[in-house]
């Protein structure tokens, strides 16, 4: 289940990758939006949640849906990297166990038991 700061950070990465994709500063997107630069900049850091109009306001503004700025799996694959990068032990372990179980299992066949 997602927490309130992860709906705020997915807002905030989704609105600054759009952003970010038509070439505009967050300058023009608050005059596109008409909203201020100050809500631009807390809603792309997570600091804030946008307001039912706001979110209204910004999609409009970056010509896409409501929704749209709201899919985690918009975000993702930029995160992709960083997740790995978190768990690379854990990965780094398990691959290491399905080796080794891979190794055990091909050595009991090989010697016919």
């Known amino acids: 289940m997602k927490t309130e700061q992860d709906l705020r950070d997915i807002l905030g990465e989704n609105v600054f990758k759009r952003r970010k994709g038509m070439g505009w500063n967050q300058e023009t997107l608050a005059e596109k939006a008409r909203v201020s630069k100050n809500t631009i900049s807390d809603i792309e850091t ?21 929704y749209e700025l709201l899919k985690p799996d918009n975000v993702m694959p930029d995160r ?16 290491e166990k399905i080796g080794n179980f891979y190794m055990e ?6 010697s016919g038991t």
């Open 46 to 66: 997570g600091q804030k949640f946008a307001r039912a109009n706001t979110l209204v306001k910004l999609a409009k503004a970056l010509q896409t849906e409501v």
């Open 80 to 95: 992709t990297a960083d997740i790995l990068a978190k768990y690379s032990e854990d990965v780094k372990a398990a691959v």
């Open 105 to 110: 299992n091909m050595d009991n066949k090989n």
